[in-house]
Structures are given as C-alpha cells and as structure tokens.
C-alpha cells in the first residue's frame, strides 16, 4: 500500500448483504480502516555496480552515491545504507544518504579489486523488515592525471530577495582539480535570460539582471566545471529560491465602473464596488481600501464595496469625487487611489418654494378684467421640477385668476375700491404651487392687493339750483348763499375736503 504518510488512515465504507439463496440479511455497514502495511522492498536501480578508482583519490572523496527507492510511507520507507562485507576496511558509507566515501587515511594499491554487498533496508518494526542488496565491484587503476574538477557540493540552495542588486555576488562555486588544470565554469542551463553570470574562471556567481519574483520565484541552475580535457567536465546544481520584497503597488481593476450613480435619501445602499490586486507575495500582496474624500458620507468594506452611510441629498450636492485609496500589508505599504464619481440622482422630496412668503401689490381701481397685477414665482429644488400655481383662498377665484404655468395673476373683473367697506381696501388671500409628482405638500403664499382709489366721481351739487337775495349796496364779502356739492370719492385728507369751489362767470 502507498501511503503519502504514515498515520494516514483510510476509511472505506462497505455495505454487505447475507445471502442464504432464498432470504437476505438487512445490509450492514462495515466499516474498513486501511493503515500503510510494508509491503514495498527498498530497491537499488542497478544488480550491481562497477567503479573504477584511481591510487590518487583522497581519503573522503566519493566512490559512488548509491539510492535505493521504497514507496512505503514513513518509517516504512525510510531507507538505512550499510555495508555488509568486502570493505576491507578501505571504505565507508553514509546510512542515511548511501553515499560511500574513501574511509580516512586509506591508499589505494594498484590492482586491487573490491566487491562490497550493500544493504538498504527500511525501518519498519525487525519483524516486518525488508531489505535488498546491492554488489558494488570497485577496480583500483593507477594515477589518473585527468581527473575532472570536482565541486565542493553536488547541489546548492539558496534564498535571495528580488531586492538584490546587479553585480552582487551571490555564491562561490569554485571547484578544486587535482591535476591543477585551470579550470573554467560554465551555466550549462536553467538561465535562458541570462540572469546569472558566472564568472568563467573564477567560479563566482554573479547577479546579472534585476529580478522580478512576480514573474519568476525560482531557478534550477546547472553548473559545469571543466578542465580542459576529454571527460573532464563536472557538474553541480544550484537551486535559487527568490524573495519577495514589496516592489508592486496594488492595481485597481479598470474595467469595473467609474461613473456611478446613487439615489438621494438612502443610507447604506450599495454605490459601487473597487477591486485592486498586488502580485507581492504575503502581506506584501494582501490589499485593503479606506476612502480618502466624504468618509462621513460613504464607507468601503473590506472587499471594495462602497455604501452610503447616510442618506445624500442632490439638492445639497449631486456629484461626488469620491478618492478610494488601495493599500498593502506592509509595515511600510505601498498606496494606489483611484477617483469614482458618484451622481446622485433625484427623488422629488422639496416642495416649491415661492420667492417671497407676502406679495403686496397695489391695483388702481377699475383696472380693466384681464390685467396681469403681479407674477408670482416659485422654484422647486429638485430636478424634474414643473411647479404650477393655483389660488387657494376660494372666495378671491370670483375676483382674480392665476395662469397655472406662469404664475401671472389677473383681475377678473374690475374692482371698486368705494365698494369695499370702508377702512378696507384690500383682498387677502393664498396662493399653492404644486410640483410636478404633487406628493409633497405645495408651497404657499399670501397676497394682499391693495386697491387704490381713483376720482372716478364728479363732485355733485346737493341743489340743481341755488337762490340768493343781495341787497344792492351790499357790502364786498356779504354771503349770498352757501353752495354745497360732494363726491363719492374718499376724502383725500380728513382735515380738508375734496372739492373745491369757484365761480364760472
Ligand atoms: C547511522 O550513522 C550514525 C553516525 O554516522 C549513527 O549515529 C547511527 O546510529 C547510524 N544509524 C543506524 C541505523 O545504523
Ligand atoms: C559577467 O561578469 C564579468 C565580470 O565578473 C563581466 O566581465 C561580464 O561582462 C559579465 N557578463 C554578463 C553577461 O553580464
Ligand atoms: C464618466 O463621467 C465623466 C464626467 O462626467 C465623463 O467625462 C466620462 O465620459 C464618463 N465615463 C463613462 C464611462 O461614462
Ligand atoms: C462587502 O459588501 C458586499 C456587498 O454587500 C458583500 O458581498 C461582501 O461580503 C462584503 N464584504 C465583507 C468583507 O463584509
Ligand atoms: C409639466 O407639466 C406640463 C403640464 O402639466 C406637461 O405638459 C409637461 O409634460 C410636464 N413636464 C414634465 C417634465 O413633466
Ligand atoms: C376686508 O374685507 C375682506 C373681504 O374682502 C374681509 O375678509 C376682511 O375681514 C375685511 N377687513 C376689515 C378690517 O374690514
């Protein structure tokens, strides 16, 4: 059984069903628990090996890395190295990595011959154990004056921040040759950029090109130190794993609606939604939004949707540069804002307003039916606004008329000021405008129009005729007899009269 971890447990529900041939069983559940068994063998890739050796090798050096593969899972896969026999004291191996070195202070004689039996067996419990074996022949030859360079590791890891400048010296590869034949290194691949430059015959590698963890995270580099001759080349790995550094903004998404539009009156509906992204990795890369302009007016949650937090009046203001600012989780984050404009439209929620509460207009009397006296005015806030007038005061509509459009205010009939009472020379009354919908209440006023007299009467004598007796020797100034004559106009002063008198002689 392959199992990816040792304690994984599978559990496989079964129904099963008792058959007698006639009559069945109610089906019953079982339930199946499969734990990892060991029942995979370690395995080497090869019956045996043969390794030839030179009488110049050094005690440490390598002889052959051996890998034996199991696919159990933990314990149960994990494989210890050994030599079993044929050693002879001259070589050592590594149980965990089965790398079998030349065993300290040992010389290698010309012509011996080796056949080591390596065992990889895993760790399960002894009594499940499995192992196999492997033979190793190694051949002793003499000196090899052509031995290829040998690097000081097989495989390199390393970390580096995409922050790293060029020219920064990033890992020494050199590599040793026991002939001390110069060497030159090489990137055989993994670099088809040329991001990397390493130095050809020092074996230092160098940042060539800026990097860019967004666009690449990692490299596998292999390596090769060559000394010139035939067959004398030799490889290395360098695995390159790259950091991030906060080097991108957050970037709000373009496509989404800029122009937005929101009904007045209403609080926490949604206006509109931003959405920013940041390549950077972590906190580096995790955006959050705050508004910058009308933060008593608007909120923005934590996924870019923008709200009202109070109800908008366009009567007030019907535009909005709303300034939405993207910011990353940095210690120190990087900002990007971006500009909405929000239109608030319209509800018809204002009554028409007049432009003055009292007209007062004064009317000469007898104005002809049909003379505009006055014009009034009102205006609506709201947008679709199509205010027309009436007059409210029922008994003044005998009297006066009201264009509903234009708010111009008639006479229908000519007014007589002596008609009125006396002391009262005016009409009082009310006057609505009412808006488009008419769902508000209309806006009122009042208006006084005050009628002003005209001498519209001739002053009358009391007596067509008037008889006086004067005597002949009358004196100059002696009264002869007392005209009277009155109109029906009011007096113009209380203290003197409206007529006056002389003689037509
Ligand atoms: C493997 O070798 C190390 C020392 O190299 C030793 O401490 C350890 O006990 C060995 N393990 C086995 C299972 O032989
Ligand atoms: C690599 O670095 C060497 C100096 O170390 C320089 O002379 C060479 O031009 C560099 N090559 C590239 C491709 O950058
Ligand atoms: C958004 O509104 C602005 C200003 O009114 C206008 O210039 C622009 O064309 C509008 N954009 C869209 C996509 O409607
Ligand atoms: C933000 O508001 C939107 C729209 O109501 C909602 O779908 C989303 O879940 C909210 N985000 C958070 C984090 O509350
Ligand atoms: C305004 O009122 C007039 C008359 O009632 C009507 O003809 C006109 O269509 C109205 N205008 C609007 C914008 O409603
Ligand atoms: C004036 O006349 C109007 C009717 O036109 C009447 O309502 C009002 O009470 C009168 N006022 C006085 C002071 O007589």
């Not at 149960?76 to 590594?94: P, S």
């Not at 535009?319 to 989780?329: H, P, T």
């Not at 008994?395 to 264009?403: E, G, S």
């Not at 806006?443 to 004598?461: E, K, L, Q, Y």
Request: hydrophobic letters at 40%; aromatic letters at 6%; one cysteine or more.
């Amino acid at each position: 059984m392959l199992l990816k971890s040792f304690f994984y447990l599978f559990f496989c529900p079964l129904k099963l069903v008792a058959s007698d041939g006639v009559q069945q069983s109610r089906p019953v559940t079982v339930d199946i628990l499969v734990i990892d068994a060991n029942d995979n063998t370690p395995t080497f890739s090869q019956v045996s090996y043969n390794v030839e050796l030179f009488t110049n090798m050094l005690p440490g050096e390598t002889v052959l890395q051996l890998t034996a593969q199991d696919a159990d899972a933990g314990l149960n896969g994990l494989i210890t190295y050994a030599i079993l026999a044929g050693d002879q004291g001259d070589f050592i191996i590594n149980n965990r990595t089965g790398r079998i070195t030349l065993a300290p202070r040992v010389t290698l004689t010309v012509g011996r011959s080796y056949a080591l039996t390596v065992r990889a067996s895993d760790n399960a419990p002894d009594t499940e154990r499995r192992s196999s074996i492997t033979t190793v022949y190694i051949e002793v030859l003499p000196p090899n004056n052509q031995s290829p360079p040998r690097f000081p590791l097989q495989t390199y890891n390393l970390e580096i921040s995409e922050a790293m400048r060029i020219g920064a010296i990033l890992l020494n590869l050199q590599a040793t040759d026991r002939e001390l034949d110069p060497i030159t290194y090489q990137i055989q691949s993994g670099d088809p950029q040329q991001v990397f430059n390493l130095s050809r015959t020092i074996g230092l590698l160098l940042l060539a090109k800026p990097l860019d963890r967004e666009t690449i995270d990692q490299y596998r580099l292999i390596v090769t130190a060559s000394d010139g001759h035939p067959g004398g080349i030799s490889t290395a790995t360098v695995s390159i794993v790259i950091t991030d550094v906060n080097d991108n903004d957050p970037t709000f998404d373009l496509t989404l609606p800029r122009n937005l539009t929101v009904r007045e009156e209403e609080a926490n509906v949604l206006v509109g939604q931003v959405r920013a992204t940041d390549p950077d990795a972590g906190l580096n890369g995790q955006v959050q939004y705050r508004l910058l302009s009308f933060m008593s007016l608007f909120t923005i949650n934590a996924t870019g949707s923008i709200f009202t937090a109070v109800p908008l009046d366009r009567e007030t203001r019907s535009r909005y540069d709303l300034i939405v600012e993207a910011s990353d989780g940095a210690v120190d984050p990087r900002r990007t804002t971006i500009t909405l404009l929000v239109e608030v439209t319209d509800i018809n929620d204002n009554s028409p307003v007049f432009s003055q509460p009292v007209y007062t207009v004064n009317v000469p009397e007898n104005t002809p039916s049909g003379t505009v006296i006055l014009r009034l005015s009102a205006v609506d806030a709201d947008l679709v606004s199509n205010v027309t007038y009436r007059i409210k005061t029922e008994a003044a509509r005998q009297l006066f008329a009201v264009n509903r459009l234009t708010g111009a205010v008639s006479v229908l009939q000519a007014l007589d000021f002596e008609d009125l009472a006396a002391g009262n020379s005016t009409y009082t009354f009310e006057v609505e405008a009412l808006d488009h919908g008419g769902v508000l209440p209309p806006g009122t006023a009042t208006v006084i129009v005050r009628i002003t007299d005209m001498n519209d009467f001739s002053p009358v004598f009391r007596q067509a005729l008037y008889k006086g007796l004067v005597a002949p020797n009358a004196e100059k100034g002696t009264v002869i007899t007392t005209v009277l004559a009155e109109d029906q106009d009011p007096p113009v002063s209380t203290q003197s009269p409206n007529e006056v008198y002389f003689c037509d002689l």
